[in-house]
């Protein structure tokens, strides 16, 4: 008989999603996780316990998320964090130390951007950005000081793809970590442990939760690098509560019916508006002239529920934003609801304008999050908000 480890990985996604670290609870039967709602545990003498001592350093109903989160992404270990820059931060700070160097693609969060410039630049880590997402551009940038190799795929918000695979040929060849930053993808598209990756980053805040009420994050990947993270995790102590672990829980149980429709919605979106007048330009990966339409098509089993759209004015944009109705202005993503963003004035504001402006991210540039809604309400929505009067 297979063991319960050996009976998980038989499992296919949505059912570890419902399944995995989420056995009913042994005391009542409780068939949902419970909230352990304590800050303590009862030693029988010091130091001996049963595998919990205090919700910092351990808490079950964290566990059982944690325990889902490394099967989702078909990993050995995942830790869960207070919120995704959170966990950005304890892999930069558990891995890396002055002097070293990362190298990341231009197109990321502007959080992370922030973290890397205002954060660790001063501690003596630092960046060097690739302008484009090519294995050939990344390698370029690698120096005797590189020890990480940080993208999104896809990137945000200009949703670039980068070839996971083979920039983690070029990474393990010259001994350099690979962190992925899922988020934008999720563990149900794209699995970048299985791609070559070291590390996966998530903010669960997005597509994990998706309900948005509530701030989370993961780091998952091989258990020799996440223990030495899950130190960091203790020390400093940027830990979720059991209820916020709880709510990512139940978001997980739908994340592959979301993930389908998400990209459903997406896709047809995106066809409609490639014709449309008012834009000059539209990102999405699962459109066929997308520069990374094949790689995406190969690394991911659906295009996911981002697309961004440059329209023609600044005028353009203001009567968007006031015609909107569905989608709501709102900074986040992966939610059921739909949301727009205007990334220079809100996701990547603490970016210098002329870095951001160099890269793509200027004031016509708007990012949608597409949700489970009806399409034919968010075309109609899109259509009065684009109407060029």
């Keep these: 008989m297979a063991t319960e480890d050996e ?54 109903t964290r566990t059982a998320l944690e325990t889902c989160l490394a099967t989702l992404e078909q990993s050995e270990r995942g830790l869960a964090f207070a919120s995704g820059l959170a966990a950005t931060t304890a892999v930069f700070a558990s891995l890396l130390r ?25 501690w003596g880590i630092r960046t060097q950005y690739s302008d484009n997402l090519s294995p050939e551009s990344f390698e370029n940038l ?29 990474a393990h060849h010259r001994n350099i970590l690979l962190v992925v930053d899922n988020t934008f993808a999720s563990p149900f598209l794209q699995k970048p442990i299985l791609l070559g990756a070291d590390l996966v980053v998530h903010s669960t805040t997005k597509y994990i939760s998706g309900h948005s009420d509530v701030v989370g994050g993961a780091v998952i990947g091989r258990k020799e690098l996440v223990d030495r993270i899950a130190f960091y995790q203790n020390a400093a102590g940027a830990v979720p509560g059991p209820f916020d672990a709880f709510l990512t829980l139940r978001g997980i149980k739908t994340l592959a019916l979301r993930m389908e429709r998400h990209s459903q ?24 002239d997308h520069p990374g339409h094949e790689i995406a098509k190969k690394q991911m089993i659906g295009f996911g529920g981002m697309i961004s759209i440059q329209l023609i004015s600044d005028q353009m944009v203001n009567n968007f934003l ?8 709102a900074e986040s993503l992966g939610g059921v609801e739909s949301l727009v963003c205007h990334p220079a004035k809100m996701t990547h504001a603490s970016i210098p304008p002329e870095i951001r402006e160099s890269r793509g991210i200027h004031n016509r540039l708007l990012r949608l999050s597409v949700g489970i809604e009806d399409i034919q309400d968010l075309i109609e929505d899109l259509s009065n908000a684009l109407k060029s009067e």
């Design 322 to 329: 006031k015609r909107i109705r569905l989608f709501t202005l």
């Design 7 to 60: 009976f998980s990985k038989l499992m296919r996604f949505s059912t570890r999603a419902i399944h995995v670290g989420q056995d009913p609870e042994a005391a009542t039967g409780a068939v949902i996780v419970p909230i352990f709602a304590t800050s303590t545990y009862a030693q029988e003498s010091p130091g001996v316990h049963r595998g919990y001592e205090y919700s910092r350093s351990g808490n079950p």
């Design 142 to 170: 690698l120096s005797a000081d590189t020890k990480m190799i940080w993208v999104e795929s896809p990137t945000n918000p200009l949703l670039q793809i980068a070839d996971i695979s083979k920039i983690a040929e070029i």
């Design 98 to 122: 002055s002097g070293d160097e990362v190298v990341a693609a231009a197109d990321l969060y502007g959080g992370t951007y922030r973290l890397l410039e205002k954060v660790f630049k001063p």
């Design 265 to 288: 919605n997406a896709m047809q979106l995106a066809e409609w508006l490639k014709t449309h007048p008012s834009l000059s330009k539209v990102y999405y990966p699962g459109l066929k």
